[in-house]
């Protein structure tokens, strides 16, 4: 009984190997089907242009709904259905709308206040890691090195383990090697990330 | 260093006394019977941990939420912090600050450098009221009758009975403490200027009343003068606590510490080092006293005539008349005889002031600062002071009129005179049954739970505010945070109340300054005195926090030209000598009471912060206490702790535990103020909740107001004679000043425990000058001496810092010892606070600690204060016996900390010489919700178990440098600033890179005072002191005599 127990354990284990509390993998269902692969593959849009934080804070930062309106003011349907003879609004951006309390003609809805939307973050470290995007952006690191090809993505995976190994080979190697063909310096020192 | 043969001690308790008193053998469990491990308890709860383990693995981390604005604000960049130049309103100081938000919430108060008189410094105070903005027991909305009540209704109410008070003239009273705000001045006057009966009546809880009363005296306005420290060469000090708590601290530490500063700034260029020459007369051994070059022990009742003596000599050396025949004679006589050469050599760099409620020792002073033409130079009467407006004739005058039941209604707006005032009894009699009672109290304080209504105010960082803190300093505080309660600002209610509607204080404030500040502003920012408009100057000084205007014109209406003079001539005849000493019964002492560096007036009761940070001179911690002299409390039989009662004719006598005070008066006891306050049993459960984290339940400490002496010139805190008996009880202080010692212990080796070690280090102005004249390519070329110790060291030299090594110079002849850096770093490194038993038991978290160390005798002791923090060894005992790797050195001379390597074996604590690595014993509580809001959020909080210590504030080295790779800009000398270092009014911590030798840092390590604590064990300490200096004895005072 208690062999069998172990086996079915040790070969769950064996399937589903992830280091305790690695992400790896992780794809969650957002609020809105907002689609990189139309964002940013498609339309290429650069990825600043939506996280503009990545340049100049710790963090990237999810989009402000105003930020989506610069675009979806104007582009209220799909292409697709841009196609047919009668236009209709995008069921998606329709929740972007009532998140700011707009109208089917875009106009402000008396009464209501816009209300933020609660994405379901993907790419997270735990509290004691302070990694700050600032440093590598400004060493030209390419987002896709720690992000995966989120052009390629309809919905955002995380494709690295995010773990501390991962990143500490990263330093190493372009200690070697540099970014972009220019060296770097990237710190090994606990206290890069750990304070 | 056997050069140095000055030993220095810590307690006047004997080393081996203290080892059988060591704090870490209080119990934590009273042996509680329920709590036995037997095997089988064991063994599930081992099971279940193992099932939980194996649970968690499997487990992916907690899916969290990311939600950005909706409409995001202009200039907001989430996680970029957003600085606000601001006031602080912890106290009537009013220092000029840089409020620090992120995402919406302030986490960091910093001094704005700006600022005239504060410029850039803060103290421990201003630093901890942050943590009152998140205090969870701050009133959410207005009260009536005690039960919640919205505004609408309040103010209803309120303005029904005004309305009839109007009409029918019932007396009308606002009571207040300093209003430094003109618009709530102007406010006020406008609200009481509708009543035919109506007064503004200002006190300041620990009063300054008689310095004003005197110069009401002598220049015929009752004004406080700025007092100019960086302008005074001698300083006499009669009791005053420049330093730590009289007046405006901040600005005078600034002020003094700029003429006590030896390496860099302008007087050394000059030739040889020299420094300003302070001489405290003092009865307790105050912060100040503790950095007096020379200090008299005198009792309370002496004061007035050691005055006298000082301004005879004074008199007689400038050739002016002053009667003072009969004057009994004093054995202080000689020094005194010193100190008046002093004074006449250094003339209008010279300045005497007392803190004395005692307005003929005042008039004393102005007498002395008038004879050697003080006034202009170190005393400024055309920008005075408006920090203590408080006038006790008139409260005096409000108190009888409340005992006779003639006031129809009392507005109390930010004072708590049932905590403040003697005699508390009868006057909380007295105000209920005043009709109308309105406080504005934050909290559900003394008073206000006597109140009809309670109309809370919001705190500082929430509210709209103005100061004129000197006459033409003007500064505003504006809010960093929405209000977390439903409270609104003072002059918002009084605009209700006059109006019928309450205006937004913005509204008001700025139309008050476009009246009345804007035109004095002419010429102040355009030489060419062309007045800019209003909203340019408005926007700038909203800018910059703080504006420079013309002096506030005090000249009466009547006044017969524009051009009469702000004061009239001195006027001597006010001036009388005090012929006696005054001296308590044999038997009995005199009592004096003061406020304390952190509760100050009691004001700050609620903050925990506060109430954990040790005395800069008793280190005790979570309570106050009756200090004696180590000779009378041999005479009375005491130890620290044992419960004495204080008795006073006509008071309720009180009960508190001793403490030994080194260089005290004998016939004197000490007590501070501002303990006791309503409501600090909430502090039973600070710590860990499953245990009392106070044995002692009920409040924190025991209120003293009660022995406060009301004179008809004002309230008086010393000179009481109050007898003094034990009681048989003890209640043990959580003191730390022997904890974390430096000090080998006797048990350990009882023979090298004797040995002095080189921990302090003191140097004299004729050395430093005589070597200067010799030697003087040693002076700045060569490096700090070396002992041969270090030559021989077993430490390979592994660390090459290629880019930088971060060290710190800390100049011990700048430190006061004020704490400010202590609550600093509290509120940079969320260190949590873990309450009086824990402290008993040593577990304080402090990073940076202040040791403080006497030498000399007991009777007379010279005090030294040593900032002590992680000294970032670049061989640091630490590393070498951590089994898991989680305190290693980095590339830049840092000694870091990994929390989430760590596994609490504490063998780096014990390894470490400086003692500066802290333990958590528990997670510390963190369920107050609110109160978590106060986190920087770019520091990890830890958790149970792990070891943490000071990091050098590593989060801001971090973002200097990223921010200057951003930039494409190398980190420059002085970028990154400690949260210590930003804090200091003394601007004694000075931090940067080692390895550039054209730093600050790495030019005052090669200064000739620098050393290094230990430096002889070999663990290349990052962090270098400057030794204190001292005035040559050979120049000392008595050398005159013969």
Redesign the interface.
Known sequence: MLATALAVSLVT?AA?WRL????QG?E?VQPIAFSHKLHAGEMQLSCLYCH??A?????A???????CMNCHAKVTTSFAAQQQAQPMESPELRKLYD??ALDAALMPVAGRS????????VH?V???V?F?H??HI??AVQCRQCHGSIETMDRVRQVQSLAMGWCINCHRDVNRTGVAGKPV?A??????C?? | MSENPKRYWMSPVSDVERDSRDGATVPIANGDPDFVTTRRSFLKAAGFTFAGAVA??????P??????????PEGV????PLLYASTCGACEARCGLLVTTRDGRPIKIEGNPDHPLSGGATCAVGQASLLGLYDSLRLKGPLRRGQQSTWPDVDMEIAATLERLRQEGGAVRLLSPTITSPTTAALIADFLGGFKNAQHITYDPISASAVLEAHALTHGRRLLPQFRFDQADVIVSFDADFLGTWISPVQFTRGYTSRRRIDGGARQAQGAPTMSYHVQIESRLSLTGSNADRRLRVAPGELGHLATHLAVRVAERAGIPFAADGLAASSMEPAIEAIADRLWTARARGLVISSSQDVSVQLLCNFMNRTIGAYGTTLDVERPSYQRLGDDRDLAGLRAELSRGEVAALFVAGVNPVYDLPDATALAGDLRRVPLLVSTAERPDETASLATFVCPAHHYLESWDDTEAVSGVVSLTQPVIAPLGDTRALIESLSAWTTGTAQPALDLIRGHWERAIHPRSAGTSDPAGVAEPFQTFWDRTLERGVADIAPRDERPASAPSSRAPAVRPFDQSAVLAILRPDAPPSGSFALVLYPNIGMLDGRHGHNAWLHELPDPVTKVTWDNYASFSPTAARQLGVEDGDVVRIGADGAQPIELPAFVQPGQHDATVAIALGYGRAGTDRFASVGPPWFEARRQTGLVGVNAAALVTTTEAGRRYSGRTVTVATVGRTRQLASTQIHHSLAVQTTFAPSISQEPRPIVQEVTLGELSGTSATGGAAATSAAPPESGLREESLWPADHPYP?HRWGMAVDLNACTGCSACVIACQAENNIPVVGQDEVRRKREMHWIRIDRYYSGTDAEPEVVHQPMLCQHCGHAPCETVCPVLAT?H???G?N?Q????CVGTRYCANNCPYKVRRFNWFDYPHEDRLQNLVFNP????RSRGVMEKC?FC??RI?EVK??A??LGQPVADGAVKTACQQVCPAEAIVFGDLRDPNSRVATLARSRRAFRVLEDLGTDPGVHYLKIVRHDPAAADERRRG
């Not at chain 1, 816009?114 to 973050?121: E, F, G, H, L, N």
């Not at chain 2, 968690?56 to 981390?61: G, I, P, Q, W």
């Not at chain 2, 770019?938 to 909080?941: K, L, S, Y």
Request: hydrophobic share 30%; charged share 20%; proline share 9%.
């Open positions: 284990l589903a305790p509390g690695s992400n992780y969650p503009a934080g340049e100049t804070s710790r963090y930062g999810i989009p402000a709904l105003n930020v998140a700011l816009p209300k933020p939307i609660a994405w379901q973050k997270r735990p509290d004691f302070y700050d600032r440093a400004t060493a310096h710190s090994l020192d606990c206290v890069t750990h304070y | 968690a693995s499997c487990s992916r981390a899916a969290t939420s990311a939600i950005p604005y909706a409409q995001q960049v989430p996680g970029r880019e290693t980095s590339d830049e840092l870091q990994v929390y989430n390597r770019n520091v990890t909080v990091t590593v989060q971090e990223i921010e790779r951003r």
